[in-house]
């Protein structure tokens, strides 16, 4: 039997039968009875939620895990509630359950889209195995503000690349069928425009025009819909004096009008509530009146729809058409998910045992994992390091750290489980290895008080890791940002290496100047001094369990790094917002005019551009373009470039292709990524790559949001990084 015809009967029939109570209630998403992801409502005590799941007025829980819990409170709807409709668990999968991968922002860097849905198909395998149905993921919020703690949770600066990973992300999570055992309802967030955040403080107000609205911050949301994502969440910001949750030009006229989006919307947690701090609502039910008339389908802890709702409905305030259709669309993802078949589908204990953390998974976490490390820099061919002969120090807070490269974003995991940078290193036996932590980042590890514990003066183990790297040929420095200090409600103006670990740096270059910086960090640093100073940086994020053989593969050269910058790092926080893909300005710097005048659009104290841009990244070969060919007499473009790799390594080279729209009746930027290819290339050879550009995506969206293609002369730049020099000009009609 055709299952649409299927679904629309139980989905109909349910719906036709249901009190107003429990359409309410299909709406209602609760937290579970251990740790929250946000502030508790007020009077949440008070709530029997036992009770709420009997009588219907419950349609979803998040924060529950385990095939056990998940099951005993299933049950309770299923058997005791007067319609028995199942519950949807929901919970935050960001990179892995008790697996984990690189945090998200890091897998970006791999520009590896297989690599990244497998990561997230693994995700869903894990997470469905304890009761979980839907993950709150992917986050797309591009993002210009390495101040923004939540860069970590992203793919960074750039709208297409953004896009090419929400929708990979997309399919890894909900696979080819969403009814399949191991697949999960995926969750496009935050609608809209969250990572525009003023001064990179988590939770303020976004101000951005709409046509930087429709190019850049729309665009993945776009990608993730045309993906068939499941669900999508709308976010804390006000947006342009509107807070989204509220926003029906987002998410009716936009999301489910002009894209179609069948799917439903809950909003983040308690961001319905919210509206009233904002001053865009007056109280409870007006909030819960505006958020639903806007297009937000379920409500996440703060109780606005299942205190307000059904009243309003009986007042004539809000039409119960709108109830039904939220419901419908609620209803339609359970359907979806094979709810209806067997609520108890994920609630399989065996399957629990044998599927969590299982060692099997580890390849891909690692792969995956060695896919996101960015070489930055690589002076007098630092890295990689010689198997043997050497002696190698290891210095530095994050050296036998297992808890850090977990991220911010493990709730499930267990602590401890990162595999560290000493164990990745210790098997290769014929490099003497001297192992020196040389300072404690942090005093204490604390999720949520973090900041106030970084050690500013403990400088006692200075002397031992000094010596150690005296006596040494070379010296690793593992450094960097802790795992705790990005992600959500962690945004920082000061993003230099914290605590004493600059000082550090210095006291070692002073008695040894083979130094590889190896990077720990889950957003761009401020690290202009090491990299005037530090011959070598390998950009090492906070790549999950795997870490420690991860980095080991690339620093012992088993592994030749390709990742690029998925967000580029800065000369200096004042910056901010700092991205690739700017306007020109009516007075752009040049060489010619910086040392003449002032008058030109500048910092006296720094160069505008960033130290490493987006698209940076090198390998342990070198790559060369020549013989770039643009053909445009056809409706699709076809561009043609020869790549040689002029090193003496097999290496992978991820080729960018950027455009510039010179004159057109929207200003476009300087550079824009329109596609890119990762191709492995042999030492020594040489291959011809194309990219074929159907005319139409060289348009762009107006401040309207109607997208456009203007002929004209475009430069079409094909390069290893957003910085190439190879330009090609040429009239486009
Ligand atoms: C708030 C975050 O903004 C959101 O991304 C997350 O999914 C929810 N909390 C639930 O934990």
Request: charged fraction near 25%; hydrophobic fraction near 40%; charge should be negative.
């Amino acid at each position: 039997m055709d299952r649409s015809y299927q679904r629309i009967d139980v989905v109909e029939d349910l719906i036709s039968t249901m009190t107003l109570e429990e359409k309410v209630g299909q709406m209602n998403q609760y937290t579970g009875f251990w740790d929250p992801t946000g502030p508790l409502p007020e009077g949440d005590e008070a709530i029997d939620k036992y009770e709420h799941l009997r009588s219907g007025l419950v349609g979803s829980m998040l924060n529950v895990i385990g095939a056990e819990e998940t099951r005993s409170l299933q049950k309770i709807v299923v058997e005791e509630s007067r319609l028995g409709i199942p519950l949807i668990f929901g919970y935050d999968v960001i990179h892995g359950l008790k697996t984990l991968s690189p945090i998200p922002l890091a897998e970006a860097a791999s520009w590896d889209m297989e690599a990244i849905r497998k990561s997230a198909a693994l995700a869903a395998r894990e997470a469905s195995a304890v009761g979980i149905h839907w993950t709150f993921a992917p986050m797309m919020d591009i993002s210009r503000d390495a101040r923004w703690g939540r860069v970590m949770e992203g793919a960074g600066e750039d709208p297409y690349l953004g896009s090419r990973v929400a929708a990979a992300r997309v399919r890894g999570f909900q696979g080819e069928d969403l009814s399949a055992p191991n697949t999960i309802a995926a969750c496009a967030k935050h609608f809209a425009a969250y990572g525009f955040a003023e001064a990179g403080r988590d939770y303020n107000t976004v101000d951005i025009g709409t046509v930087t609205l429709h190019n850049i911050a729309l665009p993945p949301f776009k990608a993730a819909v045309d993906a068939g994502v499941a669900t999508v969440m709308n976010g804390f910001n006000v947006l342009n004096g509107v807070p989204v949750t509220g926003d029906a030009y987002l998410q009716r006229d936009i999301l489910k009008g002009r894209w179609g989006f069948d799917g439903f919307v809950v909003s983040d947690w308690a961001s319905v509530g919210e509206m009233i701090t904002h001053g865009f609502a007056a109280d409870g039910a007006d909030a819960a009146q505006k958020a639903v008339s806007a297009g937000c389908d379920m409500e996440m802890e703060s109780r606005m729809f299942i205190r307000n709702l059904r009243q309003l409905v009986e007042n004539g305030i809000v039409d119960e058409a709108l109830l039904d259709d939220a419901v419908r669309r609620i209803l339609t993802v359970k359907y979806n998910l094979g709810l209806f078949d067997d609520p108890y589908r994920y609630c399989d204990e065996q399957r629990e045992a044998n599927e969590v953390f299982a060692p099997a998974y580890r390849e891909v976490v690692r792969d995956m994992a060695r896919k996101s490390i960015v070489l930055l820099k690589n002076e007098r061919n630092l890295l990689p390091l010689k198997q043997e002969g050497q002696r190698v120090a290891v210095i530095g807070p994050f050296i036998d750290d297992d808890s850090s490269p977990l991220g911010s974003w493990r709730k499930a995991a267990d602590d401890h489980t990162a595999v560290t940078l000493k164990e990745g290193l210790m098997p290769y036996g014929n490099v003497e290895w001297i192992f020196e932590k040389g300072l404690d980042l942090l005093m204490e590890e604390r999720v949520w008080t973090l900041e106030t514990k970084i050690n500013t003066t403990d400088r006692s183990s200075f002397p031992a890791a000094i010596d150690a790297a005296k006596s040494a040929d070379v010296v690793l420095l593992a450094m960097g940002e802790h795992g705790f200090q990005s992600a959500e409600g962690r945004s920082r103006v000061n993003i230099e290496l914290p605590g004493l670990q600059q000082e550090l740096i210095e006291e070692i270059l002073k008695v040894n100047q083979n130094v590889i910086l190896l990077l720990h960090t889950g957003r761009p640093l401020d690290i202009v001094w090491a990299s005037e100073n530090v011959p070598a940086i390998l950009l090492v994020w906070q790549l999950g369990t795997e870490s420690g053989n991860a980095i080991a593969d690339v620093v012992m050269g088993k592994y030749n790094p390709a990742g690029k910058l998925p967000m580029g790092f800065p000369r200096h926080v004042g910056q901010m917002p700092l991205y690739y893909n700017h306007y020109n300005t009516g007075r752009p710097v040049n060489t010619q005019n910086i040392e003449d005048f002032v008058f030109w659009s500048h910092y006296g104290d720094v160069e505008n551009d960033a130290l490493f841009p987006f698209g940076h990244g090198l390998s342990y070969t070198t790559f060369e373009y020549a013989n770039l060919n643009v053909n445009a007499s056809g409706d699709v473009i076809e561009i043609e470039v020869e790549v040689q790799n002029t090193g003496n390594v097999d290496g992978e080279e991820v080729i960018q292709l950027y455009i510039r729209d010179e004159v057109a009746s929207v200003v476009r930027p300087v550079r824009e990524l329109k596609a890119f290819d990762k191709v492995s290339i042999p030492a020594g050879e040489s291959e011809v790559i194309q990219f074929s550009l159907p005319k139409a995506s060289l348009g762009f969206y107006d401040g309207r949001g109607e997208y456009r293609f203007e002929p004209g002369f475009f430069q079409f730049m094909v390069g290893g990084s957003s910085d190439t020099a190879l330009n090609t000009r040429l009239e486009v009609r």
